[in-house]
């Protein structure tokens, strides 16, 4: 196995004339478009280097959460930038990696099991503790 680093065109795309709240509002729009319930935004801003933002949203069923991933990844390739999906056959999450924003599509059972606002939001109640 290489230790090469993937190549660029592997990478999920970011583009320089499209910022973070617009990425945010593009998912936010795909999304509701579909239907999509209980959106969520999480500002990770200084938080992770993982992302700027999660974007969550809940689909009814694993049939309305495929489409609105599929839903997301077609306006973020018409605004030019390549997804990179995970949890596409599954259904029950799928993540969105738009760089440096991360949308995560759940069905009910899936976002309370996994509580993305609870973990997400004790990190930021332990940073300020910190200070």
Request: net charge negative; hydrophobic share 45%; charged share 25%.
């Amino acid at each position: 196995m290489s230790n090469c680093p993937p190549h660029p065109n592997l990478l999920p795309q970011r583009s320089p004339a499209l910022p973070e709240l617009d990425l945010v509002d593009l998912v936010r729009d795909a999304a509701e478009e579909r239907k999509g319930e209980d959106i969520v935004v999480l500002d990770l801003v200084g938080r992770t280097i993982v992302a700027d933002a999660f974007v969550l949203v809940t689909g009814r069923s694993v049939i309305q959460t495929r489409a609105l991933a599929d839903a997301i990844v077609a306006r973020a390739a018409e605004a030019g930038l390549r997804a990179r999906l995970e949890g596409h056959a599954d259904g029950g999450w799928i993540l969105i990696d738009l760089g440096n924003v991360v949308a995560h599509v759940f069905t009910p059972e899936q976002r309370q099991f996994y509580n993305l606002e609870r973990l997400w939001g004790r990190v930021a109640e332990a940073r300020a503790e910190a200070r």
